[in-house]
């Protein structure tokens, strides 16, 4: 007899074992947006301490903001200053953990190019404010539209802003809890058969 010219897949033939399997990264985040107000303060808080290392120490300010807004989300296993004080995390989706260092010069990279745009002349001002709108207008718009919340840094680093009281690596909850069911004590005879069995009477009165 000649062979089955469709043998059957076998444990190394299986259905989508040559598939190549998506980074875990990419197949989505199983946690909420986070508020886009908490997220703008803690910005603006970094900015400002940004600002008071430029002013207390000019060109040496600048680099030190510069630093500061790189590495930032890092300090604090994904918090920075701001983000501490305001309740909310960066975490690394693929590990489920605080974003490091990496992480925070990845997503911050083009904050950071701000800071070291103010270490140049005075004269390059109208420079300085306008790579800041374009940067921060387009961040802000990807945060507020897209539905997790993920900037363009945030694309690259594979991380998410979320609640900080979400324990990272937990699984996020969605929708309501289900109640348990009540189960009910069926009524046995002796034989160990249950009444309902016994025919029409166990549903008479």
Known sequence: MSADPYPPAGPSQSPGALEPQAPKALL???????????RLLARIFDLMVCGA?????HRAGAAAGALYLLFADGLFRGQSLGKRILGIKVLHLPTLRGAGARQSAIRNFPLAVLGLLAMGPVEHWKLLAAFSLAVLGYESL????????????????????IDGKVVAGAPALVGPTPRPQRV???PRRSGGQPEWLDGPRAFGP
């Open 53 to 57: 290392l430029v002013a207390l120490m």
């Open 184 to 186: 009910e004590h069926v």
């Open 28 to 38: 989505g985040s199983p946690y909420p947006k986070a508020d886009l107000l908490p």
């Open 142 to 161: 990807r945060a507020l539209f897209d539905p997790l919340g993920l900037r363009i840094g945030d694309a690259l680093a594979h991380t998410q802003v």
